[in-house]
């Protein structure tokens, strides 16, 4: 027989250490005594986020998430929850800005949620690999609608009421693109979908179609009908194996259910597509590179105006949008734009997907309300740093975005708020760093990224990014003057005026972001020599503490290239062993002592 | 299959529907193995073969077992969702295949909750509001 309730009790590390385990210890307990434990199991869970507000105790089916729990409060729980069957509602989560009153009702205190799934509102639920499945969710009934109830005006008029902007980077109003499409006379128009997914950390679009290809199918096919188009291309990376697999078996079954193909549901219009495989250039991901690797030609941009959406795919018109824009498509038709609209801020409506990986306890996806807070992102869904570290900055939009420090923690987070804190919105990779990550060794990276990706058809991407990567190369070594900063950021408005397309554009944004929100640790490179996260080995030295050194030569035994000895002298007082040293001309910086010493006696300078 | 058309969709979409969200006591059992990239790489195609052995060797057999996509949680995976007659819609993470044995035995035959494996949902699902 099942329980009446269930009552989960967080295990993670953070409510844990702070008296979970005794809740838990304690609500077993008093259920036992108080005769109800047949009605109730008591559960230890994962990380529930909102570490700050822990220990937390969620009690089902009710969904009453309690807060700030304390091992004194199992008694009262137990009798009232369970037995009487009335929250308690003074540990009851409340929004902190909002004095709601919760009163128990069900409603209301669902709202702990941060999240809000309308991109992966099937990614847990369906399989991919059943069309039935989608359909079952809805899927295929705004297709139903726009091809049935619908004009070509009607779609463009719904999407330009929702608000939706392009989610692939520069958040372009996607109705604008679909109307000049649509307003421009061609026998043949073209439907694409970006899936060039190249940010290192992003993987909202992989995940998507693989999770729910169908979308992406009912989406393009809408899109389709709005501009008066009959064919599609679907440019996919070729890593994404898996996501290329089920998109292939989507549109195969969409075929064979007549949701693609001719005379879809008798109403006349046509519409198929097809799959390209990028081979992973970075630059394919421009719109203008990608058509011109679709159409079999080098992946490298073109000067835009003419825009694809007038002249595109072999010069007829095209409406290319990303993966997660075209996600949103079919849930904007079927609950109408100003259901859409409601959602997010008042110029970046509806949601945004999030990669969320570095230094974060909960890495995943996330998917939330346009201005909902970093600190919302980072601390209440992400649970915060990793093994109790402290937040340093959090990196978004890509090789193209900029770092966001402590001070941006509580900007809401739309389009234009990232833009104005010097960063961008990009893809969605948000990559979280915390006090051991030196930021000039970030930014090298994302330097190296983009001059590796540089598709070297203008030169100034090609020559000035590979220009500030040396000069922040030289920095990192320890050679680094006052004069680079000023070399890097005449470069970097060269880069920004000339270069062809966004890559160029947009590559000195981590460089720039390093000279204004982190001036002091650049400085601390360039003028003291010194790293202060210990990570630029040029800057660093190790030494060996010899108060606290017994001796027993671990350190020395694990260094690969023989640069510890015993120090020639006598021990020191109450030692039995004289202490170790290492030759700071042979140490090569690989940090082994370090783990190897039990005693922390070895040290970064 | 010939072409669908509205009547079909909406056919197919109530019957779908009801399928998938039934929790009738003598209905069947869904095991929902997370299985994008992340979850594959963290080992679901054990997790989900040993669902299928363990339910096969204990002889349960009102039981479905299906792959769904990433459910985003990826520092926890393997992630496996369980929808089983009077008990909650639960999400279970980092389901090895050790543990996705347990689950038939303590959740889907003893019908009590896994310690320590229970996560939870991200978010509300928008279309059952």
């Given at each position: 027989m099942a329980y009446k309730n269930y009552c989960l009790v967080c295990a993670g590390t953070g409510c844990h250490a702070n008296t979970g385990e005794e809740i838990y210890q304690e609500l077993v307990k008093k259920a036992r005594d108080l005769g109800v434990e047949k009605d109730v199991q008591v559960v230890k869970t994962g990380c529930f986020g909102f570490c700050e507000k822990g220990p937390i105790v969620k009690i089902l089916p009710e969904e009453a998430f309690y807060v700030h729990v304390k091992p004194s409060d199992a008694e009262e729980l137990i009798k009232e929850h369970i037995i009487k069957g009335r929250m308690v509602n003074r540990l009851l989560y409340k929004e902190d800005d909002k004095k709601t009153d919760t009163q128990g009702k069900i409603d209301d205190i669902k709202f702990y949620q941060k999240q809000l799934r309308i991109v992966l509102r099937n990614c847990g639920f369906i399989n991919p690999e059943d069309i039935e499945e989608y359909i079952g969710r809805e899927g295929y009934q705004a297709l139903a609608k726009a091809l049935t109830d619908m004009t070509p005006d009607q779609i463009v008029e719904e999407i330009k009421k929702s608000g939706l902007r392009g989610r692939g980077g520069a958040g372009f109003p996607t109705w604008m693109k679909w109307n000049f499409s649509k307003q421009s006379s061609s026998d043949v128009k073209y439907v694409v979908c970006n899936?060039?997914?190249?940010?290192?950390?992003?993987?909202m679009d992989r995940s998507t179609i693989e999770g729910d290809p169908h979308s992406i199918i009912e989406a393009m096919t809408i899109a389709a009908k709005a501009i008066g188009a009959s064919q599609g291309f679907v440019y996919i990376r070729a890593e994404y194996q898996l996501a290329v697999q089920r998109l292939e078996i989507a549109t195969k079954q969409a075929r064979e259910y007549g949701v693609l193909g001719k005379d879809i549901f008798g109403t006349g219009f046509d519409f198929d597509l097809e799959i390209r495989l990028g081979a992973g250039a970075f630059v394919c991901g421009e719109e203008t590179a990608l058509l011109a690797s679709i159409e079999g030609e080098r992946g490298i941009p073109k000067p835009r105006p003419p825009f694809p959406a007038v002249k595109g795919l072999w010069g007829k018109p095209t409406v290319i949008n990303n993966v997660e824009t075209y996600a949103c498509v079919p849930m904007i038709i079927l609950k109408g734009g100003e259901w859409f609209a409601s959602i997010g801020t008042e110029k970046s409506k509806g949601t945004k997907v999030f990669a969320l990986t570095g230094k974060i306890k909960n890495s995943g996806l996330v998917e939330v309300p346009m201005g909902t807070t970093l600190r919302d992102i980072i601390f209440a869904i992400g649970g915060g740093i990793k093994d109790g570290k402290k937040f340093k900055a959090v990196q978004t939009g890509g090789p193209s975005g900029g770092v966001l420090t402590t001070e941006k923690l509580d900007t809401p987070i739309d389009f234009d708020n990232l833009v104005a804190a010097g960063s961008m919105m990009g893809s969605g990779g948000m990559i979280v760093m915390d006090e051991e990550d030196c930021i000039v060794d970030i930014v090298r990276f994302y330097l190296d990224f983009s001059v590796d990706e540089s598709c070297g058809k203008c030169s100034p991407c090609r020559i000035g990014g590979r220009k500030i990567l040396n000069i922040l190369d030289k920095i990192a070594e320890g050679k680094g003057e006052m004069d680079d900063i000023k070399k890097i950021k005449e470069i970097s408005e060269a880069m920004k005026r000339s270069s062809l397309c966004a890559l160029g554009q947009t590559t000195p944004n981590p460089a720039l972001s390093l000279i204004n929100f982190f001036y002091d640790e650049l400085l601390a490179h360039i003028q003291d020599k010194k790293c202060p996260a210990g990570k630029c080995k040029n800057l660093l030295s190790f030494s060996i503490v010899r108060n606290t050194c017994i001796g027993c030569g671990l350190c020395a035994k694990k260094c690969p290239v023989n640069a510890i000895t015993a120090e020639?002298?006598?021990?020191?007082?109450?030692?039995?062993k004289p202490p170790f040293v290492i030759d700071g001309k042979k140490c090569i910086k690989c940090g082994e002592c370090i783990a190897a010493c039990k005693f922390k006696s070895v040290v970064k300078l | 299959m010939s072409k669908l058309t509205l009547a079909d969709l909406k056919k197919i979409r109530d019957e779908k529907n009801k399928e998938m969200t039934r929790r009738d006591a003598d209905k069947e059992i869904q095991v929902v193995v997370g299985m994008g990239t992340c979850g594959i790489a963290s080992g679901a195609k054990e997790t989900f073969s040993a669902f299928i052995d363990e339910l096969d060797k204990s002889h349960v057999n009102d039981v479905v077992v299906k792959q769904t996509g990433c459910m985003g949680f990826c520092s926890v995976e393997p992630t496996v969702r369980v929808i089983a007659p009077e008990m909650p819609d639960t999400i279970y993470n980092k389901v090895s295949a050790e543990v996705a044995r347990r689950i038939v035995k303590e959740h889907i035959i003893g019908r009590k909750l896994v310690d320590d494996h229970v996560f939870d949902h991200p978010s509300r699902d928008i279309l059952t509001q």
């Open positions: 899936a060039d997914e190249g940010d290192p950390g992003a993987y020639d002298c006598e021990p020191l007082p109450g030692k039995k | -």
